[in-house]
């Protein structure tokens, strides 16, 4: 059986292992205030162009995603998020749990739109029992998205501006960013992530490490005692190196974004040849994900050897599901792929 | 001006401001566990032909529905309710606040289906990540709903069986419940509510109390400690008594009844002057709710000398408005309104 | 059986319940936006000497102060107080439901010093592990205490001077505020309060309202969006009138103060015959609220025809009770248990 | 500088990284639902003499806390423990945070006994205002205590039938399990642990692991939709083998309980020689934890080349000191520790 069923099925880098293995023995202050975690907080920095950002290292996705939202909200409100937005579909509540509604606009290819954004809370404001609603502050997007798509460089800079000009923070979930920075001729640079959010993470855990993302805080008012709600949330480790010390190996020697770039050509080849078979998507894209539409006869057969996602129903006869290539994909078995398609869909 | 806006403009039916009036000197036990309360719940219990549920006295709705939805959920499951239910729209997160997300169905008259209920559950199980998920765990409802619309007996009876065979609550909302029952040739009684439902409760804002509602509890699960989760929301009035007296009075000699019928009647006449008028409907209803749809010119006249509630715009030219009858409204009143309309409508 | 157990066992003063009574079927707009509550916010802003006051009314004392709470502190803060305080012990958790811990310090007359404030918070701050531990961010006390003791002038002026120095949040739970203000020989005024509190509210509940408490918000920054979290945590009233009605009765010709007056005379009364007995106190104090301690046996004879509370054991034969009058309490009932105790006790 | 200050220093235990070196390529199911953990859960319910028990893998100690104590209690219940309880005082509000009341009773070596648990609880159902204040329902305990202290068999099983009898459950938090359970002397197994208590947990992050604690459920109740709880709380992690291999490593071939006696021999060493010099002892104890007391002077020449954790002021000239051993502490720095130790203190 191979697996493209996701990007977190393999352990982590051999850069990012030799590293742990490396420093296993060393003895350091916990908590995340080590000398790992100041260095790679450094080189993070750095690399988005904001030596001021605060960094922060978290386990998770869904534990970054209600700590932010948390630490940024008071209870009166709410987060703002396409319909099918991890917060609002796949994280059990998370955002609820601590309290705040998670309000959701329509969406059929994962994004939100400033326009969108604009009409929400110019609804809101409008309304003459605006204080009987909840408030909208914070605008979560996924770049790239859970359809594997990308805001563009002019849709960021609108939803940044929209956001800004209304008092609104914008906050990017970026469990797979560096699959979306290295799509080709993907016009978005980390640069311009730092500039534009007022808060957003650098996955880890899909893209190289065991485990861990890398928050940066560009907007002062979120820095403020963030770490306090770190460990409420119960997202402080005790080991808070491990996280340095697979950070600052990613972000060493450009190896985030290399890794990212192999699992990207991965998935181009598997791309071309859907498009050579004449292939349809639910949803076009260009990073690690690929939603083709098959017939039930295909899936049969590609089931037996090819593990995959499966997505949804779009006709009596076809189903969409997904592809996942990964830092840890290997040309072979993407070769193996691309045959087996050849030979099951006429 | 006149005020068909809504139904909580004055302040509570004679008979009530009587009975509080002839018991303000009278020594009481604090904290709801008077003689009073104790009287009303007996009444109420009859009424619903459920001697062993539990009734307790809430200050007013959004209080009632938070306390009831907190006290039956674990922290993982969520209330399921129509897109318009006010627990979604017009609570400012009330539910959210103790942790919970609600989850919503698509819906246009307020209502929703024993089907959607199955659909969204037997989902949920399907899933292969639906730990990832909230767990839908009770249904909401509100009846009459915020469109005035109500649940036949059928309906009512199939979303009971469902909730039931798939191990959810069933929670109805009965702030107009009043107006509800006493619509002409509406199928549901008291008892029939009280036989389906889990939880319920009857309105006594709107429907001739100064403030409060009785929260109706038939579901043993739920009845346990369940004042712990009243005080602790900041729902345990100091001086309980006061909602006793007050339902005290309208149970006794069918005032909550005919007082609402009071209403339905007056509502009914606009209702008859707006069918002459071949005047249209956003939702057609037989409570003390009415949604016309009306031109701008219309309304810009009859604003004049009318107060009624904005729903929406359903054309360049036309918007949907409501009016509200009460337990306070006047004949008077009605025909006013009922002879405005007629000049103005041609 | 005469009470003398608490101080909101009967309804409302007389005037009040006239105010109710002749408002009754006046329409107003709903949710505190009348003029009734603008009418008593009015009288309370000019009383308290800060016309920039923002003055909400809610309900109860437990809603008051879990929202107030909830509105002030972020996530990771709590709210410092006596472990005495209402907030700590009988309120069931409701300031931990919002998702705060309370912090106690001991205290055996329901006080807290400056100096216990200035040392828990400088404590937090020397401790390496600070962000492990909750922030604390507001103060809260209550005045007259849960013990009848009252903060002097300079008490109160050093709390607030700490607190503000420190940037911490003074609130002052004030539901027997008016008891408190009216003792004799006491030396702070509401605008004392006003002046040194950054938010706290008058209690009606306690002193001749049916029900409800006026929060008077003096901290701009505690103002903001206030009106969204009464919403949400289920406090923000249908007949929001009901409380303005209320609180502009009590707010004119002086009669919260001359009612108050008259409990506290009363009280005196009490305490003048427990001190001619050689009676002697759990906690002394000059507010309406008395702890005597009796033998057993007079306590078992005086139960024959009063109520009171019981507070603690003070020895194998003598236990500590509270007698509290109100404006409710007649000097007829006063005479009489003062006449029962001159003979029961020797 | 040689480390006693704690027992998180280092990364993990060779044979554990080796397994995490041999499994790092391998694709498994994400989230805990791979082989590891299902082997690793397997090794600690054959361990614990209980096949009926849920095995859960969470990555640290606040989060293993957290989500028990939301997982097992309704929102007007409490968890009860020793005023120096690490969920009272290290964990930023944590639990608060999840709606819950923490409730303390005092305590000098950090455990709780039977006694009180009975005390508390029964005091509380005989108060008449019982449902104003929190309902206990949880006893969390720590075994080790972070005192250092061990509850014996008899107190284990006294507190065990206590809860039970009562009604609550029994939480202990094994954060330092392995350092208990191999003290000389100590009369408690594994077993009777799972016996005793209703959910426990295996502490990984201090014994030997990089992260991970084994959360063990024998309560069937508190079973119930446990996942979701992680889910919600951000605690599962998507490649949740890393916690299953590392668990499965410890479980093997006795590796968890040999590397604590380890810990527990070197501790042991550091006692003699205190025991030999006379030092005396903030609270004695037998595991990895050693609290002595020394003066300022030795203590200002000690810290030139170790590293320890202050405590604590005993009097003016001295001060309560930790030294934590851990599995990987070396002879070699006991030895010097040792020798210093024999220099300063005459």
């Known amino acids: 059986m191979i697996y493209f069923n996701n990007d977190y099925s393999e352990g982590c880098h051999q850069k990012v292992l030799e590293a742990l293995i490396r420093t296993n023995m060393e003895q350091t202050l916990g908590y995340g205030e080590d000398e790992y975690c100041a260095a790679a907080a450094a080189k993070i920095k750095t690399l988005c162009g904001r030596e001021d950002a605060?960094?922060?290292?978290?386990?998770?996705?869904?534990?970054?995603?209600?700590?932010?939202?948390?630490?940024?909200?008071?209870?009166?409100?709410?987060?703002?998020?396409?319909?099918g937005g991890h917060i609002n579909v796949h994280e059990t509540g998370a955002v609820e749990a601590t309290g705040h509604k998670v309000l959701t606009v329509p969406s059929d290819d994962g994004?939100?739109?400033?326009?969108?954004?604009?009409?929400?809370?110019?609804?809101?404001?409008?309304?003459?029992?605006?204080?009987?609603?909840?408030?909208?502050?914070?605008?979560?997007?996924?770049?790239?998205?859970?359809?594997?798509?990308?805001?563009?460089?002019?849709?960021?800079?609108?939803?940044?501006?929209?956001?800004?000009?209304?008092?609104?923070y914008l906050f990017l979930d970026g469990a797979r960013l560096g699959y979306g920075l290295m799509a080709a001729g993907y016009d978005?640079?980390?640069?311009?992530?730092?500039?534009?959010c007022d808060v957003f993470y650098i996955g880890g855990t899909k893209v190289g490490a065991l485990f861990g993302e890398a928050v940066v805080i560009t907007n002062s008012v979120l820095k403020?005692?963030?770490?306090?709600?770190?460990?409420?949330?119960?997202?402080?480790?005790?080991?808070?190196?491990?996280?340095?010390?697979?950070?600052?190996?990613?972000?060493?020697?450009?190896?985030?974004?290399?890794?990212?770039l192999h699992a990207v050509h991965l998935a181009d080849k598997i791309r071309e040849t859907c498009e050579e078979l004449g292939v349809s998507?639910?949803?076009?894209?260009i990073t690690n994900q690929i939603f083709p539409i098959f017939s039930d006869d295909v899936l049969a057969e590609l089931s037996k050897d090819f593990c995959f996602t499966?997505?949804?129903?779009?006709?009596?006869?076809?189903?969409?599901?997904?592809?996942?290539?990964?830092?840890?994909?290997?040309?072979?078995?993407?070769?193996?792929?691309?045959?087996?398609l050849k030979n099951l869909v006429k």
Chains 1, 2, 3, 4 share one sequence.
């Open 54 to 83: 605060a960094v922060h290292f978290l386990v998770g996705g869904t534990q970054a995603n209600l700590t932010v939202i948390d630490a940024a909200l008071r209870p009166h409100q709410g987060a703002l998020c396409p319909v």
């Open 224 to 260: 403020e005692d963030f770490r306090y709600l770190i460990k409420q949330h119960g997202g402080m480790l005790a080991k808070g190196r491990l996280l340095g010390v697979q950070f600052d190996a990613l972000m060493t020697d450009n190896l985030y974004f290399d890794i990212a």
């Open 188 to 196: 978005v640079t980390m640069q311009d992530i730092a500039r534009l």
């Open 281 to 285: 998507y639910l949803v076009p894209g």
């Open 111 to 168: 994004k939100i739109t400033a326009e969108q954004v604009r009409s929400v809370v110019m609804a809101h404001r409008a309304d003459s029992s605006f204080e009987h609603m909840v408030q909208p502050k914070l605008v979560y997007i996924s770049n790239p998205t859970e359809y594997g798509t990308l805001y563009s460089l002019s849709e960021l800079t609108a939803l940044s501006e929209t956001c800004h000009e209304l008092g609104l």
């Open 310 to 340: 499966e997505m949804e129903r779009v006709s009596p006869t076809h189903r969409a599901i997904r592809f996942c290539t990964s830092w840890a994909t290997t040309q072979e078995n993407v070769d193996a792929l691309c045959d087996a």
